[in-house]
């Protein structure tokens, strides 16, 4: 089996993923997938953050906007939650852009809007 950065910590939120997907199905609101996995990852005794600011760095100054992930896991991987008909490069380049203000190396990308809970892993 492959072996690759952050493999254990991954793996669990995934399984957590579809713990909640397999419960509530597709349809929901992304609010709902995360209130669902917010109290998972409780049970779980997973540390996170839910919507966790992050600057964004420009030269010698920190622009006036910035992002909130939907979950940060672990203290270092960005969890980014849709529930939408099918992903597409526009969320992946969303992930990246929060991997890059976050200075974490990896990122979740999961949709609850299909038929199967569908994820990638997106590296910075």
Known sequence: MEEFYLK???YKIIGLCMEVHKILGKGHSENIYADALEYEFKCNSIPYEREKKYNIEYKDIILPRYYFSDFTVFGTII???KAI???SNSEIKQTL???AASKN????LINF???????KRVIL
Do not use: M, R
Not at 105 to 108: A, C, E, P, R, V
Not at 113 to 119: A, I, K, Q, R, V
């Open 113 to 119: 809007g299909e038929d199967s809970l569908n994820y």
């Open 85 to 87: 008909e099918k992903l």
């Open 79 to 81: 969890l980014e939650l």
């Open 97 to 99: 852009n929060y991997l």
């Open 8 to 10: 254990e910590e991954t």
């Open 105 to 108: 190396k990896i990122g979740l």
